[in-house]
């Protein structure tokens, strides 16, 4: 019986970000001038940076504006620290960046296709801030909010309301994320939420990376991988057509590693249409035990892994930044950063061969994604 508890014991120990000296715990910031350039005060709300950190030399930054994530810290192939986050160097940045860095959207992240959905025999009008199109929830929506929080050791947990006709979507929706730092470096990110009205959902985080560290960089020599055989192809608006196309001879085929820039410039209609890749790919397996995409960058030795309970995810390559984007020292130019967005898939309330993203009162939404790193010599 000791043996089997001192067992169980280990395997606690290795799920959660160890308990570290107050210093260090989840508030603990990188540095003094860097909770200052993130404080302030929003329609009397305090907008503060926290942070995260293991024994494994990773750090998070989050701000609980937008629930956004700031910076992610992970060591290289040398152990040297690098920042693998597109972001800004202070708050305001995040007020003003239209590029969505690092912040949770919805309440339907991705597009709708000309802003309007019927829903119970109702059709319900959202923003068009996208072309005829609804991106991102609308305008002013989750990114642009001040959540409450919870600090505690391993994890830091943020909740906001989203209040019935906000941005046109029904229901008081009340959701909560929760950034969770393990002792193996993975950043999981749990999401949950609830609704008084039946209403339409999906919510992802929209982090930008260059496991390079150095977001003067592209990230054209990355390698990817990703367990999907089929993607959705869209239109010139970049609302998906309905179908679920085979990835295979097409540049859609990540089901080895391949680097990014191999195919991204060829003359495909559906590279042209995002000018890129910005597509949601049609996961195999969402059981959250499996790595459902794997990135590679030589150079620095990192890697990263995708787990996700999500039935897709929107490879996008950061074809719209542009220079107007100014962050960490740089001007962030056409893909310098990727992004990874875990999600139901998009357009889904108007589409009816997708899966439903439908909420329900006494229904609860849960998904949960991990970002795993390490180096490799």
Request: glycine share 10%; with cysteine.
């Amino acid at each position: 019986m000791k043996k089997l508890l001192a067992l169980i014991q280990v395997v606690l120990a290795s799920l959660t970000a160890c308990v570290v000296p107050p210093s260090h715990r989840a508030h603990a910031p990188l540095d003094e001038d860097r909770v200052g350039a993130f404080a302030d005060t929003v329609n009397g709300k305090a907008v503060k940076l926290y942070t995260l950190r293991n024994k494994s030399g990773m750090a998070v930054e989050i701000s609980n504006y937008g629930a956004t994530l700031v910076s992610i810290h992970v060591p290289d192939k040398d152990g040297n620290d690098g920042n693998v986050l597109l972001g800004y160097d202070s708050i305001q940045g995040f007020y003003n960046g239209k590029s969505y860095f690092g912040c949770v959207v919805g309440r339907y992240a991705n597009r709708i296709a000309k802003a309007s959905f019927k829903l119970e025999g109702k059709e319900y009008h959202v923003p068009q801030n996208d072309g005829l199109n609804s991106l991102h929830g609308g305008i002013n929506s989750i990114d642009k909010q001040v959540w409450d929080v919870r600090v505690m050791n391993d994890a830091i947990r943020l909740t906001t309301v989203s209040k019935d006709g906000d941005n046109g979507y029904p229901g008081n929706l009340k959701l909560t994320v929760v950034y969770s730092l393990r002792t193996d470096n993975s950043l999981v990110i749990d999401y949950t939420a609830v609704t008084d009205k039946p209403t339409v959902l999906n919510i992802s985080n929209h982090a930008y990376f260059n496991l390079t560290g150095d977001p003067s960089k592209t990230i054209l020599d990355h390698e990817i991988k990703i367990n999907a055989d089929a993607f959705t192809p869209v239109d010139s608006t970049l609302i998906p057509t309905g179908e679920l196309k085979k990835v295979s001879g097409t540049p859609f085929d990540f089901t080895q590693f391949k680097k990014i820039g191999k195919d991204i410039d060829q003359q495909d209609q559906q590279l042209i249409f995002g000018k890129g890749y910005d597509h949601n790919f049609v996961l195999n397996k969402t059981t959250g035990t499996l790595p459902v995409v794997e990135v590679m960058e030589k150079t620095s030795g990192r890697k990263m892994e995708v787990f996700t309970t999500q039935p897709g995810v929107q490879f996008y390559t950061g074809n719209f930044l542009n220079g107007t984007e100014v962050g960490r020292g740089v001007a962030y130019q056409q893909r310098t950063g990727f992004c990874l967005e875990t999600q139901q898939f998009p357009d889904a309330p108007n589409q009816t061969g997708f899966p439903s993203t439908v909420l329900k009162p006494g229904e609860t939404w849960k998904s949960q994604t991990t970002y795993k790193f390490s180096s490799v010599k």
